[in-house]
Structures are given as C-alpha cells and as structure tokens.
T-cell receptor, first 110, second 113 residues
Framework: RKEVEQDPGPFNVPEGATVAFNCTYS??????FFWYRQDCRKEPKLLMS???SGNEDGRFTAQLNRASQYISLLIRDSKLSDSATYLC???????????FGPGTRLSVLP | EAQVTQNPRYLITVTGKKLTVTCSQN?????MSWYRQDPGLGLRQIYY???????DKGDVPEGYKVSRKEKRNFPLILESPSPNQTSLYFC????????????FGPGTRLTVT
C-alpha cells in the first residue's frame, strides 16, 4: 500500500523562528512531489513543487532525497500568516493518482 | 476567474437517499479528482479522470460513482449513502501544462444520518 508519512505535530513556534517539516514516502517509483498548505476548513493550495535539485521560494525551501525517500520543507523567519496545516503530496507515475500525507499543523505565535 | 466550483457546500441527508455532488472547472484542465478528508486520515483519493470518458479508481472508491461526460464537469454520485460516508469532500483539477498543480474546489461537507 502506498504511504506518505509526516511529522505528527503540532508545531508551535514563535514569530521569526525557523521550522522544518519532514515527509517520507514508501513507493520508490514515485515521480513528483509537492507541498500544499491547508488553512482550517479550507481547500488545500499548492505551496511549492519539489524538484530533485531542491528549490527555494522566498522564505520556503524544499528538498528531495530520492535515495532515502524523504522530502523536507524549511520555513525561515516564520510569520503569523504561516499558521496552517502543511501537506506532503506524492504522485507515482505522472498520472493522477496522488497520495497525501496526513499533514503537520503549524501555529506561529506572536 | 480560474476556479473549481462544487455544489452543494453543505448537505445533510439520510441513509440510502441518492445524492450527487457537482464539480465544475473553467480552466480547460484534462485531469479531475475527488477526495475525501477525515480527521487523522488526511485526504484520500476516491476517483480520478484523465479526460472525457476516462475515469479510474483511487484509494477509496467503494460506495461512490463518477462520470466525465464533459471536460469541465466531474460529478460524484453516492447511490446509497451510509453514515461512514460522512466527510469533507474536495474536487480538484489539474493539467500537465502547469506541472500537475491541483486546484481544489471549496469543499462539500456531507453528513449522512
């Protein structure tokens, strides 16, 4: 069975902190990887795709380690508005069968 | 405005009464999916569609049907709803032209009593 696992959380951090989320996936055939964010009772929205070489978007950095089947998300200088649940998503074959992790909830405190 | 719409947003129904949740996207995306989200389980894919008349089962298809007669619409049908189908449902669409980023609808909260 395909599985995606994430840090259980919740993470409670002060404003300005750096926080890292981890995600592991069981299917070595997985091809594409994403981080989504979901605010309470709202729809998930794409935060960033994760590329083999790693990628950065402002305060957010994503890394992929295919050998270890591990994905990470680093948030620097966290803001109150970063409070949300972060979902790790894996796609096996560039098709449409996406597997979501259970999510890690982040609360950034003033 | 590019969007995915779902209707209804909230629905309370009784066991066995057939219902349909509609989903429509205006982005001309080839791919559409249905998910359910339950506490502690995250989002689980119910069905997906690669294009018109092409659908396939996701991880939790039992008790659900879908159809894709038009590119923009992907309704979810519960022929005989049961209480274990009480959940938050999301429709999503995507295209390989945008790296398979999925755009989600606002969700439908279904309660089956």
């Amino acid at each position: 069975r395909k599985e995606v696992e994430q840090d259980p959380g919740p993470f409670n951090v002060p404003e300005g902190a750096t926080v890292a989320f981890n995600c592991t996936y069981s299917n070595s055939a997985s091809q594409s990887f994403f981080w989504y964010r979901q605010d309470c009772r709202k729809e998930p929205k794409l935060l960033m795709s994760v590329y083999s070489s790693g990628n950065e978007d402002g305060r957010f950095t994503a890394q992929l380690n295919r050998a270890s089947q591990y994905i990470s998300l680093l948030i620097r200088d966290s803001k109150l508005s970063d409070s949300a649940t972060y979902l790790c998503v894996v796609n096996e074959d560039y098709g449409q069968n996406f597997v979501f992790g259970p999510g890690t909830r982040l609360s950034v405190l003033p | 405005e590019a969007q995915v719409t779902q209707n209804p947003r909230y629905l309370i129904t009784v066991t066995g009464k057939k219902l349909t949740v509609t989903c429509s996207q205006n982005m001309n995306h080839e791919y559409m999916s249905w998910y359910r989200q339950d506490p502690g389980l995250g989002l689980r894919q119910i069905y997906y569609s690669m294009n018109v008349e092409v659908t396939d089962k996701g991880d939790v298809p039992e008790g659900y049907k879908v159809s894709r007669k038009e590119k923009r619409n992907f309704p979810l049908i519960l022929e005989s709803p049961s209480p274990n189908q009480t959940s938050l449902y999301f429709c999503a669409s995507s295209s390989d032209n945008v790296g398979y980023e999925q755009y989600f609808g606002p969700g439908t909260r279904l309660t089956v009593t």
